[in-house]
């Protein structure tokens, strides 16, 4: 198992969901977490869900996500609009 650099609590082992970004080598990837946030934006539905979750496995959670997304652009379909 190893750990993402400035992310001491995102763990990628490819015996634990395929290598999946995970919380501290737990079975809860940051995709899972990110999603359960996005239908609970509230910390207390987080911590119903998941009571292993700590505060600061959320926060990395998020600044991970956000440091993927760092420097990407993504083109607007005009003809969408």
């Given amino acids: ?35 359960v946030l996005a239908q609970n934006p509230s910390w207390d539905a987080v911590r119903a869900d998941y009571p292993e979750i700590e505060e600061e496995d959320l926060r990395q959670a998020l600044a991970f996500a956000a440091s993927l997304l760092n420097d990407t652009v993504i083109p607007l379909d005009s003809s969408a609009a």
């Fill in 1 to 35: 198992m190893r750990t993402h650099q400035g992310f001491d609590r995102i763990s990628v082992d490819p015996a634990v969901l395929g290598g999946k970004p995970c919380i501290r080598g737990m079975r809860i990837s940051v995709q899972r977490l990110l999603e």
